[in-house]
């Protein structure tokens, strides 16, 4: 079946890099507002029984997920024979409980929203945590790549003794393969989250890397305090500046900022949500067959 992948408005340049490892075509569409603010879509390419494979990060999704659903249905009308989703961010994975009275599961929600939509999902290190596999959620086939391998080449090539530390009992997952791939020392912290954006970190033990360079790493800097709150705990143990890595650049607003004023010397990400700290290419983990 010929594929045919298309970029949703940012998400460009991953889908060339994508594109051009399968030798395949980029399809045109036109994605824009109303002046009321309405969403219009249009397919320009021919999509009839082949393989649409729509890139769009869900990084921000309320609004991307109607174009979504409009873009999808417009495809099937349009006769295409299969429809897969290369979410490099997924969403809504942090919901995964209902933490108070009154709220809802909305990664529950959200999946089976995607489920109605596409007929596949390619995402990268979602977080899994109270839900383990996205397919207690999801309806559909789902791949969950993971960038563990892209995050230890990056150290080992651009870190001298490094020591890789995880703020909380959830990034142990990521820290821990990482750290054994790049040969790192590692230790993991344990966390608090009183509100969103209140952290209290443990006081890491690290007085024997004195002469390590601390490398920061989690799935996600959301606002960016789970970091800070680290970085405070490192400069009042003598620690050198540390790096942060984050697989995912969320980033509320200001929270890149924040996270340099801080202390962090360098702040790098992978590519799944275009940002400036972006420096590790994870595009060629998607492979559509
Ligand atoms: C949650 O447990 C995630 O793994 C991250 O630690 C969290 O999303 C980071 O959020 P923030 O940057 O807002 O502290």
Redesign the pocket.
Known sequence: MDIVLFAFPGNEDLTAKIAARHKAVVGQATFRHFPDGETYTRIDSDVKHKHVVVVCTMHQPDNKFLLLHFFSKIAREQGCKKITLIAPYLSYM?QDKIFRPGEGLTSSYFAQLISNCVDELITVDP?L?RITSLNMIYSIPCQAKQASDHLAAWISKNIVKPLVIG??S??EQWVTDVALKAKAHYTVLQ?I?TG??E?EISIPQVERYKNHTPVLV????????????TIKHLKNAGMPQPICI?IHA???PG?YEDLLAAGASRVVTCNTIPHQSNQIDISDLFKIG
């Open positions: 942090r977080h945590h703020p909380d959830e990034s966390k989250r969103d954006k952290v989690d799935d996600i800097i959301s606002t960016g305090k789970t970091m800070q709150e984050g969320v980033f509320a929270a």
